[in-house]
């Protein structure tokens, strides 16, 4: 994960088109089994569905035709990414190459575990992907097959209002905000899927060269014009996102005024603690929490 020296021109130097023909999942995949296959990485973190297909679970993946049952970016986030790499490598660096793939906000979570020493990311190659957001849990256990519908949809129309409400305002869906990654999968700007894989470490770079991608464009354009198309629509949505997210604040702010107000918002705790559980930077020496303060 050691940043480039010059983020800006590498970006331009060594990007490469992910050939998507066959769909944007199908090329993510199809990508990491010849990584795989190749020897690049050992194994992939990566999220799979459940058997009751009603959730998903990050796997640890080292045969190639399991990928197959894999999900880059699944329409809904039970689990954080960031945690799970936690989980991972709690006991120290790993001694096997392991690729993970995961959000922006999964990167920035996992890079708040190593502070904590809590993450180790030494033979870890994060990978991360332009970010539509999650369905609300709740909608989707209601009917998953229709939820997983109305994500992909969403997806194919860059839209997000059916995402989860945390979603709608995040500004931190892509490269710019993805510091640790190593590569990251770009498709915003870009029609029928196209994708772009710009290298955002010396290691991302090495890794492209070792699998050959090539600058090499598609049916959408060349190498320049898909990066320009994808760089200015994450512009021109973080813009947006950001000011939602300032509104956002501003409600927030007046629902919370004064401790009345406060207390209406927390009053319907029950000390169930799944909030500690899911927050993957959820960390303290001495949890009050778990203390005996409150049994």
Same mark, same amino acid.
């Given at each position: 994960? $050691?940043?480039?020296?010059?983020?800006?021109?590498?970006?331009?130097?060594?990007?490469?088109?992910?050939?998507?023909? +066959?769909?944007?999942?199908?090329?993510?995949?199809?990508?990491?089994?010849?990584?795989? #296959?190749?020897?690049?990485?050992?194994?992939? @973190?990566?999220?799979? $569905?459940?058997?009751?297909?009603?959730?998903?679970?990050?796997?640890?993946?080292?045969?190639?035709?399991?990928?197959? %049952?894999?999900?880059?970016?699944?329409?809904?986030?039970?689990?954080?990414?960031?945690?799970?790499?936690?989980?991972?490598?709690?006991?120290?660096?790993?001694?096997? /190459?392991?690729?993970?793939?995961? /959000?922006?906000?999964?990167?920035?979570?996992?890079?708040?575990?190593?502070?904590?020493?809590?993450?180790?990311? *030494? #033979?870890?190659?994060?990978? *991360? %992907?332009?970010?539509?957001?999650?369905?609300?849990?709740?909608?989707? @256990?209601?009917?998953?097959?229709?939820?997983?519908?109305?994500?992909?949809?969403?997806?194919?129309?860059?839209?997000?209002?059916?995402?989860?409400?945390?979603?709608?305002?995040?500004?931190?869906?892509? %490269?710019? $905000?993805?510091?640790? *990654?190593?590569?990251?999968?770009?498709?915003?700007?870009?029609?029928?899927?196209?994708?772009?894989?710009?290298?955002?470490?010396? +290691?991302?770079? /090495?890794? %492209?060269?070792?699998?050959?991608?090539?600058?090499?464009?598609?049916?959408?354009? #060349?190498?320049?014009?898909?990066?320009?198309?994808?760089?200015?629509?994450?512009? !021109? @949505?973080?813009?947006?996102?950001?000011?939602? /997210?300032?509104?956002?604040?501003?409600?927030? !702010?007046?629902?919370?005024?004064?401790?009345?107000?406060?207390?209406?918002?927390?009053?319907?705790?029950? #000390?169930?603690?799944?909030?500690?559980?899911?927050?993957?930077?959820?960390?303290?020496?001495?949890?009050?929490?778990?203390?005996?303060?409150?049994?």
């Amino acid at each position: 994960t $050691e940043p480039a020296e010059d983020k800006e021109g590498h970006v331009d130097a060594n990007a490469a088109v992910l050939p998507t023909k +066959e769909g944007f999942e199908p090329a993510v995949i199809q990508w990491l089994k010849e990584a795989l #296959n190749r020897n690049v990485f050992e194994a992939v @973190l990566i999220p799979v $569905e459940t058997p009751a297909e009603d959730s998903f679970a990050y796997l640890l993946i080292k045969d190639p035709k399991f990928l197959d %049952l894999a999900s880059p970016l699944p329409p809904i986030m039970p689990v954080q990414g960031g945690k799970a790499i936690g989980r991972l490598t709690m006991r120290g660096d790993l001694n096997k /190459r392991v690729a993970a793939i995961i /959000r922006p906000c999964e990167d920035r979570a996992a890079i708040e575990l190593t502070k904590l020493k809590q993450a180790h990311l *030494t #033979n870890l190659t994060l990978i *991360t %992907l332009d970010c539509p957001g999650v369905l609300p849990l709740s909608d989707y @256990l209601d009917d998953p097959a229709a939820g997983a519908a109305r994500f992909r949809e969403a997806v194919e129309q860059d839209n997000r209002s059916p995402m989860r409400p945390t979603c709608q305002i995040c500004h931190r869906f892509s %490269l710019a $905000e993805a510091p640790a *990654t190593d590569l990251h999968i770009g498709t915003l700007g870009n029609d029928d899927g196209a994708a772009v894989i710009v290298p955002g470490s010396l +290691e991302g770079e /090495r890794i %492209l060269a070792q699998m050959g991608l090539t600058e090499d464009g598609d049916e959408s354009g #060349n190498l320049p014009e898909m990066l320009e198309r994808w760089s200015t629509r994450a512009e !021109q @949505l973080t813009a947006t996102q950001t000011e939602h /997210r300032s509104e956002a604040h501003a409600q927030l !702010q007046e629902q919370v005024a004064g401790a009345d107000r406060l207390l209406d918002i927390f009053g319907s705790c029950i #000390n169930c603690h799944n909030c500690q559980r899911v927050c993957p930077v959820c960390y303290c020496r001495q949890c009050y929490f778990e203390s005996t303060a409150l049994k």
